[in-house]
């Protein structure tokens, strides 16, 4: 249910290239990728899932943006395959939110092993 609300609300404007080595990031070391622009909240939108077992980090390259804001507003959701919310337990698999600040256009992220996450950056035209 996260996962799909997370989508459905942060579907943007404009599709984005995400790119490694010039590829499509699907499926690339267990990572799967996908980018928006939303001009009515003037932010930038990555979607990244490691489907892998093994928690990863990525260097991601925000190029062809005039400016970018500093603060990247990260939400992640995160949890063993076997895990499930109930309604004893309705909170083990939830969003966590965080921040991070962007260093130029370069940005390093941690994903957790069988993790969704979105990240959010403001954005100049």
Same mark, same amino acid.
């Given at each position: 249910?996260?996962? #799909?609300?997370?989508?459905?609300? &942060?579907? $943007? +404007?404009?599709?984005? %290239?995400?790119? *490694?080595?010039?590829?499509?990031?699907? $499926?690339?070391?267990? !990572?799967?990728? =996908?980018?928006?622009?939303?001009?009515? *909240?003037? &932010?930038?939108?990555?979607?990244?899932? &490691? +489907? =892998?077992? *093994?928690?990863?980090?990525? #260097?991601? =390259?925000?190029?062809?943006? #005039?400016?970018?804001?500093?603060?990247?507003?990260?939400?992640?959701?995160?949890?063993? @395959?076997?895990?499930?919310?109930?309604?004893?337990? @309705?909170?083990?698999?939830? @969003?966590?939110?965080? %921040?991070?600040?962007? &260093? $130029?256009?370069?940005?390093?992220?941690?994903?957790?092993?069988? %993790?969704? *996450?979105?990240?959010? !950056?403001?954005?100049?035209?």
């Amino acid at each position: 249910y996260f996962v #799909q609300k997370l989508f459905s609300t &942060n579907k $943007g +404007t404009q599709v984005l %290239s995400c790119l *490694t080595d010039n590829k499509v990031i699907a $499926g690339v070391d267990s !990572i799967y990728a =996908s980018s928006v622009r939303d001009d009515k *909240t003037k &932010n930038i939108i990555v979607k990244i899932v &490691n +489907t =892998s077992g *093994t928690a990863k980090t990525k #260097q991601l =390259s925000l190029e062809g943006m #005039q400016k970018l804001g500093k603060l990247v507003k990260m939400t992640t959701i995160e949890g063993k @395959p076997a895990e499930k919310n109930s309604f004893a337990t @309705p909170s083990i698999i939830a @969003p966590k939110e965080s %921040s991070t600040k962007l &260093n $130029g256009k370069k940005l390093k992220v941690d994903l957790a092993a069988h %993790s969704f *996450t979105l990240l959010s !950056i403001s954005y100049v035209k």
